[in-house]
């Protein structure tokens, strides 16, 4: 690649420059007509950019899904630390403003809920290890003691935490999916009477 600055872009600031462009088209393409729908020459096109630039940022669809879907954790995640640092001090209120506070981020966006919950799926095996990672992510906020949760419970504090997250998750594919899809406060209050139950709290 030329390394010469053009308009007065470095190459690195033009290879960031088009790899943003294509996540902001990957937002919008992979979340409608959904993932596997969405071909490198309709990224392209959408980013404005040639299909060689293309494979200047990325090796193909999954690693930008991949950038894609890790960007969306990593922003739900301080989304979730912020509202549960900022949540009274108690194992409840914490709760509910974690879970308020994900399922509220998640939702402002329906391209953000159907590709962090949906379309990630769809994108095959490939991105076990992204999902994973997320998860892991979410279950660290809980064990962390961000929600001081009793040392009394028996089971598994690690196991208990990723069970939760995955029925949060699912609330959330439900909500993408349906065609009447539940209000957020329904949401957040189902996922929010699963963890109190549950923590015993």
Request: with cysteine; net charge neutral; charged share 25%.
């Amino acid at each position: 690649m030329n390394g010469r600055p053009y308009r007065g872009m470095s190459a690195e600031e033009r290879l960031a420059e088009r790899r943003e462009r294509l996540i902001c088209a990957a937002y919008t393409l992979y979340s409608d007509p959904g993932f596997p729908e969405t071909t490198i020459e309709r990224l392209c096109a959408t980013a404005r950019i040639s299909n060689r630039a293309f494979y200047e940022c990325f090796s193909g669809r999954t690693e930008l899904m991949q950038a894609l879907h890790e960007r969306c954790v990593q922003e739900a995640v301080s989304a979730v630390a912020k509202a549960v640092e900022e949540a009274p001090d108690t194992p409840l209120s914490k709760i509910k403003a974690g879970i308020s506070g994900y399922i509220t981020f998640v939702t402002e966006d329906r391209r953000r809920a159907r590709i962090m919950h949906l379309e990630v799926r769809r994108a095959g095996d490939c991105l076990a290890t992204s999902r994973q990672q997320a998860v892991r992510a979410f279950a660290k906020v809980i064990e962390a003691g961000a929600f001081d949760l009793p040392e009394t419970i028996e089971p598994n504090r690690r196991l208990l935490a990723l069970g939760m997250i995955g029925a949060v998750q699912e609330l959330l594919v439900e909500w993408v999916l349906a065609d009447d899809p539940p209000p957020v406060a329904d949401l957040v209050s189902t996922a929010v009477h699963i963890f109190s139950r549950s923590f015993a709290l």
